[in-house]
């Protein structure tokens, strides 16, 4: 599996950071009046505009479910946060908003568009992947460890059709992997019967570690396949977090994740990194390999977001939010 890539030069950063620096809305406090400045800037900047639309146009997503911008803008201040709240931190330090403008208007050029999930993170479009002392050695964004292979809210009822992972800040002294491999891949690696087993409602996963508002009265979400043949996204699946429910199909699941690490990429990011990961057409983790600077790698910030192809989506929910359930 190959990761497309399209590259931004010096000038078409310099560029396109200055602009984004003068954008005056803050996107943690009116998120529409900051997203209509990003889309004039769309317009505006018609010459990188297109650029981009047009490499774009010339990739074959599933083949190439993962596209990497490199080179994007992002901002000159990015200050160190407590680990205690770290989003709190981030909306009083964070001052600039380059780097949620750039998954703005990445967004827009994709056609596929930033959403957040009213109960989820306060509803907060742009989540940092950072360290939050609570949540240290949890299955979370806000951990510090490694987590199995999934899709983002892979079983929540809207699911995102990208992940959009942006760096700002990843120590190189450290191994951290953002490792994906192609659904198409593992599947060709099952046999029509394990495939069979594997669309039968025999599986259940445990509730993600999530910052919802109400608790969750289960540990376990409802039961369900963890192969749907006739869907786009073929597969629902947490590794470490979805088994059997009778012993007979475990098996399969094991398989299932031993193929993914077979197919595996492995991939390391540098600030000024944005990777878009299709959620529908292969799965993603976080293998942290080997650490050097354990006060480095608290400070490891990742910005993502969650999008969707489907414009529709935001006609009936007003602001860019959907609920969880
Ligand atoms: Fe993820």
Redesign the pocket.
Same mark, same amino acid.
């Given at each position: 599996m190959s990761v497309a890539k399209i590259e931004f030069n010096h000038q078409q950063t310099a560029s396109l950071g200055f602009r984004l620096n003068l954008l005056k809305s803050n996107p943690y406090q009116d998120y529409d009046a900051f997203y209509h400045e990003v889309e004039g800037l769309v317009s505006e900047m018609t010459e990188l505009s297109e650029h981009i639309v047009q490499q774009l146009n010339e990739l074959h997503y599933l083949q190439q479910p993962v596209v990497l911008f490199k080179n994007v803008p992002i901002d000159d201040a990015l200050p160190i946060f407590d680990f205690h709240d770290p989003v709190a931190a981030k909306h009083k330090l964070k001052k600039t908003f380059v780097a949620e403008g750039i998954l703005c208007f990445i967004g827009i050029l994709m056609k596929s568009y930033p959403f957040g999930f009213a109960s989820i993170n306060d509803g907060d479009l742009f989540h940092d992947v950072y360290l939050k002392d609570a949540l240290r050695d949890s299955a979370s964004?806000k951990s510090m460890v490694s987590?199995g292979f =999934?899709?983002?809210m892979g079983f929540f009822k809207v699911r995102p059709d990208f992940?959009n992972l942006l760096c700002l800040r990843n120590p190189s002294c450290n191994k951290v992997s953002t490792s994906f491999a192609l659904d198409q891949a593992i599947l060709d690696g099952l046999t029509e019967q394990e495939k069979a087993r594997l669309s039968r409602t025999a599986f259940r996963t445990k509730t993600e570690v999530l910052a919802l508002k109400g608790e969750r009265t289960s540990a376990y979400m409802p039961a369900h396949p963890v192969y749907y043949p006739q869907r786009a996204a073929k597969l629902s699946f947490f590794e470490g977090r979805t088994e059997a429910i009778e012993p007979e199909e475990q098996a399969i699941l094991d398989k299932l994740a031993e193929l993914i690490h077979l197919h595996k990429q492995r991939f390391y990011f540098e600030p000024g990194d944005l990777l878009c990961i299709n959620n529908n057409l292969c799965i =993603?983790?976080?293998e942290v390999i080997e650490i050097t600077d354990l006060e480095a790698h608290k400070t490891r910030w990742l910005l993502?977001t969650y999008n969707s192809n489907d414009e529709t989506l935001f006609e009936d929910n007003k602001g860019h939010f959907v609920s969880a359930e």
């Open positions: 964004q987590i =999934h899709y983002d992940a =993603h983790g976080r993502k």
